[in-house]
């Protein structure tokens, strides 16, 4: 099981004497607290809320008010509502089975009532606002539907209400409630642009109550997201109010940590300012934190310099610091909770796209450690989930990694996990074959074009979550690029039938992706498993998808279409198939002034064509050059004149396959191509700035004079 | 420090510029599935032979100075079958490799013999020397120095009679597409050449496949 450590709060301890009895006097006699020094509450409203107290109980509470203790909840005796409350807090703490039953019960809107309708002024009101309070907190903690129902409860504003209230116990037992909300994502988005909020949540974190500057972190933390907010919270104080809460108490570091990432995380303007805080002793410190005895705060305070690292590169950069935050977080992973399961995120985002981090990591035998840690059983769906992250993020570019993945025993344990329950774990497993099939040695040697790994991965193009989909293309993608013509185990998995729908999805992201998975298969191949695609996806199909909205489908669309038409000479016919309505497709998709990617993939395909016979290089021959067309105004011209060398390249290998000299029609096509204006467009490429262009004009005139010069 | 190259007939792609460090530029005709087909020599004393070889390109990364493909030798004595190999390429770039091998059993002066055998390298032999090339700047240069390393043998059991024990010294030339190699297995006969052309497949003209890994 999965359990959100849920804090006891003093109120849940109090005895039932000193509720009901004399006890509770001593509380409306304390000193009293800085929230006195509070501004009022701003106006804040869950936008999710609709109920308020004059509407409460919901209707659901009404419904199953048979039941005795909603009756009990709902008394009109202040104390046998009391005692009922109390119960339903003590039942329900660290249980989430009695959480979720309670809620369904209808419990919550009860106490909510109970809450609104209680007098924050009255002595006798005291000990049933606490407890109401103690409970919604309790129900909102770790439990989403919890929170739901407190907000839906309309709750929420009197929570934020009794912040303001001359007794602390009071002030503490809604600040905890309102912190357990603030930890779900459902919680209501805090308005940082309103003068009145930012004043409240700076209040809040400049009280000497850790409860409530536990609550502004947390406030911070939830709803600190654009880099407008963070830069609000950099410049009105926020951001230095938080760093002096690193020197406070456990709880007031850990959530220092965490709501300082938040405020700099992805924002080098916020990172500088932080940096120069308190001249560099903010920074100092939780460089200092990393060695904390808890794992908690060694945990956030790697996460805070990952941020700070990520988002500059003029801090943290040496390889010292770095290898501390490798080790560390390597380290916290034997943690059994949560922080073990966050150490492999975090991680992740430490070597993501980072080739000398993961060198780091892997001369750290950090595929060894992961290895070890996907043995121990069972794992909870989130830690596999980050471990397979983090094995892909390492092996996304060095072989070294790969080749230590693959020679220990994790390719089994990532492939048995395409099989898992949890959708998330399926995703995370595809997307580390993804990048361990990266390696052109192995895919080379065939070593993940085995039945088991391709039959599970085609099983997955149909899975209900579209992002289980698109990764498990992602690694068919990759697999299918195994270097034999016959790709005979992909062909018997039914995976051509597949991938064949899913280019016909909506999802734009399936599209691309199922293009470029048999774009890939058709790499190479031979003629029967060109036949099987070409019968599947038909020649109407290719031409949809070469003129599709996204570009990134049609780049695809031609690479495949490049492909099809490569190999022996009979490949150049797919070209001409349905009236030749593929080639149609290309040429109207060139004309349309596609993008460089585009047009790089779409000229290979015309030069594959025209390096077939004469019928083929004329038919590219009109597709291009049209008697009709106004010759001095070319379209090809702008192929030959782009500032991408690929692009140009690409260009002269159609012009190329058209003067093969050995072909009988090569003079007339020269001609032509010289009333184009083409011909002298490669002269003045002779000295092309790129290598390859200069010596594929170079080339291509040498054919073109072998038929003389004028 | 900004290294000239010495020689009046360098070409003047051979850059002496200080940084050293840049990629080699992209050459289509060294692209993925680009094949190439020739000999290679294994004469020695007793004999005097030559192996039929087709080569194709799998993948290339210039980014980290990689090249690999398969080797296919066609009529090897003794083998019923062509044998087929897998290669992977270091590709000398001064950034990620530089001219000298430093294992596989190549001294330096092992190195310095074999490249001297490709004319195109005589402009570099001074720099090299002294600093394997470290400080050349190659990225315009016509020629992409490699070493091929045989790693498996795709078709054929380890028993089939060949070593992959050695690796080749390869010059390709952006300008044709043809590449010239020697062997080097100290246990094996000296300076046998490879020597390849681009091939066409029997296409009237240039085709070029692709994928895209992700």
Known sequence: ?710 | MPVRVLENTAPSQVSAANSGQSSLQFCSLLGVGQAFSGTQNVSSLQKDEAWRVNVRIQGCDLEHGYLCGTMEALNVPMADTPVVTFWEGEIVDTKNYTFFTGKWEATPEDDIRHWTKFPSFSPLLGQVEVDGGKSLDLSNYPYIFMRWKEQYFVNVGTDCGLTIAGFYYVCFSCSDGSISGFYYDPNSSPFQKLELKSTNDGRSGFSFSSYELQ
């Not at chain 1, 369904?104 to 002595?123: C, F, I, R």
């Not at chain 1, 805080?277 to 060694?298: C, N, Q, V, W």
């Not at chain 1, 769906?381 to 990694?401: H, I, M, N, T, Y």
């Not at chain 1, 599709?548 to 001409?576: I, K, M, T, W």
């Open chain 1, 1 to 710: 099981m999965y359990l959100i450590k849920e804090p006891l709060s003093p109120s849940s301890a109090i005895s039932l004497s000193s509720i009901v009895g004399c006890g509770t006097r001593s509380f409306f006699h304390s000193p009293p607290s800085t929230l006195h020094e509070l501004p009022p509450p701003p106006s804040l409203s869950p936008p999710t809320t609709t109920a308020t107290s004059a509407t409460m109980p919901t209707s659901s509470a009404a419904t199953l008010s048979s039941d005795p203790i909603l009756d009990r909840l709902s008394s009109d005796d202040s104390e046998i509502k009391l005692i009922a409350i109390r119960e339903v807090k003590n039942h329900i703490i660290g249980n989430r089975t009695k959480k979720l039953f309670y809620i369904k019960l209808g419990a919550v809107p009860a106490v909510a009532a109970a809450l609104a309708d209680s007098d924050s002024n009255s002595d006798s009101d005291f000990n049933l606002i606490v407890q109401s309070v103690a409970a919604l907190g309790s129900f909102a903690c770790g439990v989403d539907a919890g929170v739901s129902a407190v907000l839906e409860a309309g709750a929420f504003p009197h929570l934020i209400g009794l912040l303001s209230s001359s007794n602390d116990k009071v002030v503490d037992a809604a600040a905890r409630s309102l912190r357990m909300i603030y930890q779900s994502k459902l919680a209501p988005k805090y308005d940082f642009f309103q003068r009145d909020n930012i004043e409240f949540l700076l209040s809040l974190l400049r009280s000497e109550n850790e409860n409530l500057t536990g609550l502004g972190a947390g406030i911070v933390i939830h709803s600190c997201e654009t880099s407008a907010e963070q830069n609000i919270l950099c410049y009105t104080g926020a951001l230095e109010k938080l760093t002096t809460l690193l020197s406070g108490s456990l709880s007031q570091r850990d959530s220092s940590l965490e709501s300082l990432a938040a405020i700099i995380k992805n924002n080098p303007e916020a990172i500088c300012k932080f940096v120069d805080l308190h001249s560099g002793r903010a920074l100092s410190s939780i460089t200092e934190l990393m060695k904390d005895r808890y794992p908690r705060t060694r945990l956030l305070a790697c996460m805070c310099l990952i941020c700070v690292k990520n988002s500059s590169s003029s801090y943290l950069q040496d390889i010292g610091i770095k290898t501390k935050l490798v080790n560390i977080l390597l380290e916290l992973l034997d943690d059994s909770g949560q922080v073990g399961d966050e150490a492999s995120f975090a991680f992740s985002s430490l070597i993501a796209e980072k080739e000398d981090l993961q060198k780091l990591a892997f001369d750290a035998n950090a595929i060894d450690k992961f290895h070890s840690v996907l043995q121990k059983h069972p794992l909870h769906p989130k830690r596999l989930e980050g471990v397979f992250l983090a094995l892909a993020d390492l092996c996304s570019k060095l072989e070294c990694c790969r080749s230590s993945f693959l020679s220990s025993q994790v390719l089994n344990l990532v492939v048995d996990a395409l099989t898992h329950d949890d959708a998330s774990v399926r995703t995370a497993a595809c997307i580390c074959l993804r990048s361990v099939s990266r390696s052109i040695k192995n895919l080379s040697a065939g070593r993940f074009m085995s039945e088991r790994i391709v039959f599970l991965l085609v099983r997955l193009l149909s899975d209900l979550s579209t992002s289980v989909q698109v990764a498990s293309l992602g690694a068919i993608s990759n697999i299918v690029v195994d270097f034999l013509p016959h790709k005979s185990t992909f062909m018997q998995s039914g995976g051509v039938k597949e991938l064949v729908q899913l280019t016909k999805a909506m999802d734009s992201s399936l599209r691309v992706n199922a293009v470029r998975a048999l774009r890939n298969m058709l790499f190479q191949t031979d003629k029967m498993c060109k036949e099987v695609i070409f019968v599947e996806l038909t020649a109407s199909s290719m031409a949809s998808l070469i003129c599709d909205p996204e570009p990134s489908v049609q780049e695809q669309a031609l690479a495949l279409v490049r492909n099809f038409v490569d190999g022996c000479v009979y490949s150049v016919e797919y070209a001409f198939a349905e009236d030749g309505i593929i080639l149609d497709a290309v040429g109207r998709q060139l004309r349309k002034s596609p993008t460089v990617e585009v047009g790089i993939q779409g000229l290979y395909a015309l030069s594959n064509i025209a390096s077939g016979n004469e019928f083929h290089k004329d038919a590219v021959m009109q597709l291009l050059f049209p008697q009709a067309e106004n010759r001095s105004q070319s379209f090809f011209n702008q192929f030959l004149q782009s500032n991408d060398n690929h692009l140009r390249t690409a260009a002269i290998w159609v012009i190329i396959n058209l003067t093969f000299p050995e072909s009988p029609g090569a003079f007339g096509r020269i001609v032509n191509l010289r009333s184009f204006g083409i011909v002298s467009q490669i002269k003045k490429m002779f000295n092309d700035s790129c290598m390859d262009v200069k010596f594929r004009a170079r080339f291509a005139l040498a054919q073109i004079i072998t038929f003389g010069d004028s």
